[in-house]
């Protein structure tokens, strides 16, 4: 379980640190050919959203690796499944019904949030 946890953490937080600083780091223009939704959504709101994803990426792998306080772990994947169930229906309300990394998303937390209650 334990291996299997760092895999699919490890992957969640690559996606989520990429994901996360883009919105930390690109303007609005730089984002919409991928994210369309940035359009109407707040700049504040779109890069509150960003470091959300990267606190929680950095929340998935450092409390266990260091072994201070691990349950921040199980946190960060319950986070992250709250926020793909979010962008799920932010995505469904807009009339986009691309969503399949967003449910491949929300499977891959959930999966984490599973095995991360192996140190609890």
Not at 76 to 82: M, W
Not at 92 to 117: E, F, K, P, Q
Request: glycine residues 8%; positive net charge.
């Amino acid at each position: 379980m334990n291996i299997a946890y760092w895999i699919v953490a490890g992957l969640l937080c690559l996606f989520y640190l990429y994901a996360g600083g883009m919105k930390l780091a690109r303007s609005r223009e730089q984002l919409r050919p991928m994210m369309a939704w940035v359009d109407s959504t707040p700049m504040p709101a779109v890069r509150a959203i960003g470091l959300a994803e990267v606190l929680g990426a950095i929340g998935l792998i450092l409390p266990p690796l260091t072994g201070i306080a691990p349950w921040l772990a199980l946190a960060a994947a319950i986070g992250f499944v709250i926020l793909q169930i979010c962008a799920t229906r932010v995505h469904l309300s807009r009339g986009d019904r691309r969503i399949a990394l967003n449910i491949t998303l929300l499977l891959t937390a959930s999966v984490t949030v599973r095995l991360a209650t192996t140190w609890i």
